[in-house]
């Protein structure tokens, strides 16, 4: 089975600190993804990576940032947080090509104070 | 740009009863998924539909795919308690370095005794 890790279940950050979440997949998937998910919104696309040190930008990737150092992680920085990114976060995994299904992590469940 | 709309946002059933959630998408997209997520859970794949017509049943739950009206639809027969959950529809937008799904605003169901 594919597992998709995140490190944390719940956050609690204050307001300008810089902000970790990481992501780890064990299938070896070639692309990896970072996604917010709000109440009445969604789930909405922040950035995603398609290769070790490649990434490109989702549907909102304002005040994000992200790292893919090696295969299997991917982590979503938040440079200066703030209330409004007050969110569940979710990390999904897919296999390169053609198949797209996504596998997910458990989320984090970020409160920015 | 593609746009992922389902409704009704909220359901509430009652047991026994049947009822439609709808996923309306803006431009051709080769593939479609449905998702489930318990509360507090991540999410997880029911069903991917492929083609024009298709249709996939599991249980009391029915996903067709209808690409040139370009909607899906998600029925649920006979409710029953379990099948609470919130809904999610998500669609393939091709191009750029990989595929990505682009998820609607998800179905929040409720079935009541």
């Known amino acids: 089975d594919v597992k998709v890790t995140q490190s944390s279940r719940y956050l609690v950050k204050r307001t300008g600190e810089k902000v970790f979440l990481e992501c780890v997949q064990d299938?070896?998937?070639?692309?990896m993804f970072w996604y917010r998910q709000d109440p009445g919104l969604g789930l909405r696309l922040i950035y995603f990576?398609?290769?070790?040190?490649?990434?490109e930008k989702g549907d909102i990737p304002e005040g994000y940032s992200v790292s893919r150092e090696k295969k299997e992680r991917f982590s979503l920085i938040l440079e200066s947080a703030s209330t409004n990114q007050t969110s569940m976060y979710l990390c999904?995994?897919?296999?390169?090509?053609?198949?797209?299904?996504?596998?997910f992590g458990q989320g984090t469940r970020l409160t920015v104070v | 740009e593609l746009k992922v709309e389902q409704n009704p946002l909220f359901l509430s059933m009652q047991e026994g009863k049947n009822y439609t959630i709808y996923c309306n998408y803006s431009?051709?997209?080769?593939?479609l998924y449905w998702y489930r997520q318990d509360p507090g859970k991540s999410l997880e794949s029911l069903f991917v539909?492929?083609?024009?017509?298709a249709v996939k049943q599991e249980g009391r739950l029915m996903a067709s795919l209808d690409t040139k009206a370009r909607l899906s639809t998600l029925h649920i027969t006979a409710a029953v308690h379990d099948l609470s959950a919130t809904y999610f529809c998500?669609?393939?937008?091709?191009?750029?370095?990989?595929?990505?799904?682009?998820f609607g605003t998800g179905t929040l169901l409720a079935v009541q005794p």
């Open positions: 999904a995994s897919t296999l390169g090509g053609a198949g797209t299904e996504a596998f």
């Open positions: 998500a669609v393939v937008r091709s191009g750029g370095a990989t595929n990505k799904l682009i």
């Open positions: 539909l492929l083609s024009n017509g």
């Open positions: 299938m070896d998937h070639e692309n």
């Open positions: 990576s398609y290769d070790v040190k490649m990434k």
């Open positions: 431009t051709t997209s080769d593939r």
